[in-house]
């Protein structure tokens, strides 16, 4: 059983950044697709980045050039580098893991964190 736990959450204002952190307790970290998913207040869960065992990542339009996904493998950290945050970024950020790149590309994870939130004042 993967456990995800997410940190790093917090309060800035605009034009702020933060770096979210998810430690994943699975020796075989390095094998799995991880991504960062948001839910907004109101609104459905969307995805937000992912990354492939082999370092490939995918970025939702509304992050590009703003966001950047990466892993620690060592560490069996993802993490979320969050730059020029906008009160539209504001939501609960969730970790999610899965052995399969083709689940990952369907939104499809096995395992999720339980979130960390991220509220971006104006």
């Known amino acids: 059983q993967v456990q995800l736990v997410e940190s790093g959450g917090g309060s800035v204002q605009a034009g702020g950044s933060l770096t979210l952190s998810c430690v994943a307790s699975?020796?075989?970290?390095?094998?799995?697709?991880m991504g960062w998913f948001r839910q907004a207040p109101g609104k459905e869960r969307e995805a937000v980045a992912r990354?492939?065992?082999?370092?490939?990542?995918v970025y939702a339009d509304a992050v590009k050039g703003r966001f950047t996904i990466s892993r620690d493998n060592a560490k069996t950290t993802l993490y979320l580098r969050m730059t020029n945050l906008q009160p539209e970024d504001t939501a609960m950020f969730y970790c999610?893991?899965?052995?399969?790149?083709?689940?990952?590309?369907?939104?499809?994870?096995?395992?999720w964190g339980r979130g960390t939130q991220v509220t971006v004042s104006s």
């Open positions: 999610a893991a899965d052995p399969s790149w083709a689940r990952c590309t369907r939104g499809d994870y096995t395992y």
């Open positions: 990354i492939g065992a082999a370092l490939t990542t």
């Open positions: 699975e020796y075989a970290f390095s094998t799995n697709c």
